[in-house]
């Protein structure tokens, strides 16, 4: 639950992804973005690589994720360069099996886990017993 995380949101995505950005960051992620979204995040005081999309040429983000830079991939595409872009993205993730987002409830969902399961001791049990450990807990509260 460390690395680097790979954002490209269009920009009607980029007032959301702010936060999510934000608590990544201060988790001690390192943010990895192409050029628009880095420069949005960066006037936001979050700190952010700049990479190069897939038709800018190379180094890009797929070679970033081939190389196992990234470990979280959070991409909204809008457009026709970002056609070409997403299936290489998409493609380098699901071969290298690398987590993928699509939207930003999707990405919050995957903030919101990661400090989960940075904040548990990750025991393992049944629902049974989870539901048992939640009901005793109310309990003692009433």
């Known amino acids: 639950l460390?690395?680097?995380i790979f954002v490209t949101v269009n920009d009607s995505d980029k007032p959301t992804v702010t936060p999510i950005a934000r608590r990544?960051?201060?988790m001690g992620f390192k943010l990895i973005a192409t050029e628009g979204?880095?420069?949005?995040?960066q006037k936001r005081g979050i700190a952010c690589q700049r990479v190069n999309k897939v038709w800018e040429g190379?180094?890009?983000?797929?070679?970033?994720?081939?190389?196992?830079?990234v470990q979280l991939l959070i991409n909204t595409p809008l457009?026709?360069?970002?056609?070409?872009?997403d299936y290489e993205?998409?493609?380098?993730?699901?071969m290298h099996r690398v987590p993928y987002?699509?939207?930003m409830s999707a990405a919050a969902a995957a903030c919101d886990a990661v400090i989960a399961l940075r904040s548990s001791r990750g025991d393992v049990m049944s629902l049974q017993e989870w539901y048992a450990r939640r009901l005793a807990s109310?309990?003692?509260v009433a």
């Open 101 to 103: 987002t699509t939207t």
């Open 24 to 26: 990544f960051h201060e």
């Open 58 to 69: 190379r180094p890009n983000a797929v070679d970033l994720i081939i190389s196992g830079t």
């Open 37 to 41: 979204t880095a420069r949005y995040l």
């Open 79 to 85: 457009g026709k360069y970002s056609q070409r872009d």
């Open 2 to 4: 460390e690395g680097a």
């Open 138 to 140: 109310t309990e003692r």
């Open 89 to 94: 993205l998409r493609r380098a993730a699901l």
